[in-house]
């Protein structure tokens, strides 16, 4: 067998210097690095408003704000401003017993926006250690308020939660976690809302979100009520291509949390900063949370930060006598990310990005469902600027791919093809294969037509190859 190491390039490929460099010493993310020993990787040279330029010099229309990040669009001027300032005047101090001006300023904004008594904001580098966090917090809290049994996590199943060890094990993807089991005990799987392949009451949304929900209880029962301390859910959930919660199922879940004494974490690390045209998405669903994780929007990517909000209740014990959190992060509250995230916020409110998002969703999911027309497009589901197209090989009977086949629609053709023809986006089959769409809530019509056209001329083309 010959290694990615031994894999040489081959001789008619040409390779810039920096180029080469990435191929001989940058290690990416989430990728197969095999290919990039024998041609180019593509490099993004730079961005403005909604638009994406890569180093040929090609327009790319950011499909996908980046990775669910860029929410006010590249290219602001006053973001970059705001973190040149702040780090003249105090680049970096932890938040570790002494705090700074932007990280108390950023906290109190964000309590001030969260529902209810979320009043505590501790803070991250991002939504991965955002999750870790809550579920440290969830528990010491019931160590501390004499429920020491309770630590395990109900999360659903095909949930995405992030890749440190415990968030690895709330994540509910069984291909991601292989390579690094075991895993930290204590994560359990309940049934998503994917209302399109719903395995009961298919015909009756309204009964299936209830069904749904009602797994959530029967895995709290399987496993124990004084051993559940927490259920982790997205407000839609990403990994799958959006399954948007059905009405009354977050209510739902609401009651089985409290009726258990099992604290309800809203992980909106993707869904939060105007995503769905709320603040936080579980406004928008009608529920309060006894946590909330964020990360991505709040500084539009413009300077790694994320948190984990608290309600009062789980803040009380921690406030008494020696008990303190053992938990922390060198760049948890940055001081130069806080206050790009306070500019950040400034946009959001001056420019109406929640209200235009909550203006314009109707208008971008009709546009996408324009492709419901095309024999490999099966579902089309989403919610705000959050959508996902479902690809499918009968429409009918709504059959999915084989492996070869996912293999090369979704790895092989679809990432490259749909950058080449202008449109960074997400090609995904971490459950059935769907393309996903979240653009920058700037984004409008003009957008939302090119983005259709783009991914209907793609998929026109990948079918002849199927």
Known sequence: MTTTA???AEPSVSFSPLQAAGRDHLWMHFSRMAPFQQRPMRIIDHADGVNLFDDRGQRILDGLSGLFVVQVGHGRDELAEAAAKQAKKLAYFPA???????????ADRLAAAAPGSLNRVFFTSGGGEAV???WKVAKQYFKLTGKPMKHKVISRTAAYHGTTQGALAITGLPAMKQAFEPLTPGGF??????????????????????????????????EGPDTVAAVVLEPVQNSGGCFVPPPGYFQRVREICDKYDVL???DEVICAFGRHGTTFACEKFGYEPDIITCAKGMSSGYGPIGAMIANERIMEPFLQGTNFFPHGYTFGGHPVSAAVSLVNLDIFEREGLNQRVLDNEAAFGSTLSKLLDLPIVGDVRGDGYFWGIELVKDK???QSFDAAEREFLIKQYLPGALMDNGLYCRPDDRVNPVIQLAPPLISGQAEFDEIEQIVRATLQDVQALL
Do not use: C, M, Y
């Open 96 to 106: 570790w017993g002494i705090a700074t001006e932007p990280v108390i300023e950023l």
């Open 189 to 222: 799987r309940a049934a998503n809302t994917d209302f399109f392949r719903a395995p009961e009451h298919g015909d009756d949304l309204v009964a299936f979100g209830l069904w749904a929900a009602n797994r959530i209880e029967e895995a709290i029962l399987q």
């Open 132 to 134: 870790e966090t809550a």
């Open 264 to 266: 309800l974490v809203s």
């Open 396 to 398: 009918a009977s709504k």
């Open 6 to 8: 031994n894999v040489q």
